[in-house]
Nanobody, 122 residues
Framework: QVQAVESGGGLVEAGASLRLSCLAS????????MGWFRQAPGKEREFVAA????????YYADSVKGRFAISRDNAKNTVYLQMNSLKPEDTAVYYC???????????????WGQGTQVIVSS
């Protein structure tokens, strides 16, 4: 069992930056791939970014490529999502996900955090 807790969300203006963190606890964190998903009001949950166990493989949705960066610190059991040049369409609840392999599909992740709200005003 793994527990994941997100933090770092907030209200910012367009063009600003935020860094989300996800602290995982429980079974050995470094054994898992980690992902970030988001869900805007009235929309399906969508893939944002994912990172492999050793941090070498990093994958992004086209909508955030070049603006967002995912990283992890296995010594701190934490994965980060650095979000730059934020846009109003990035407004959503952002979820951290824990899985056995890196994948774009939410159903492949085993454990989920409760989410952190990001609001980007225009």
């Amino acid at each position: 069992q793994v527990q994941a807790v997100e933090s770092g969300g907030g209200l910012v203006e367009a063009g600003a930056s935020l860094r989300l963190s996800c602290l995982a606890s429980g079974r050995t964190y470094s054994m898992y791939a980690m992902g970030w998903f988001r869900q805007a009001p009235g929309k399906e949950r969508e893939f944002v970014a994912a990172i492999s166990r050793n941090g070498v493989g990093r994958y992004y949705a086209d909508s955030v490529k070049g603006r967002f960066a995912i990283s992890r610190d296995n010594a701190k059991n934490t994965v980060y999502l650095q979000m730059n040049s934020l846009k109003p369409e990035d407004t959503a609840v952002y979820y951290c996900a824990v899985g056995d392999v890196v994948t774009y599909y939410s159903q492949d992740y085993k454990y989920w955090g409760q989410g952190t709200q990001v609001i980007v005003s225009s």
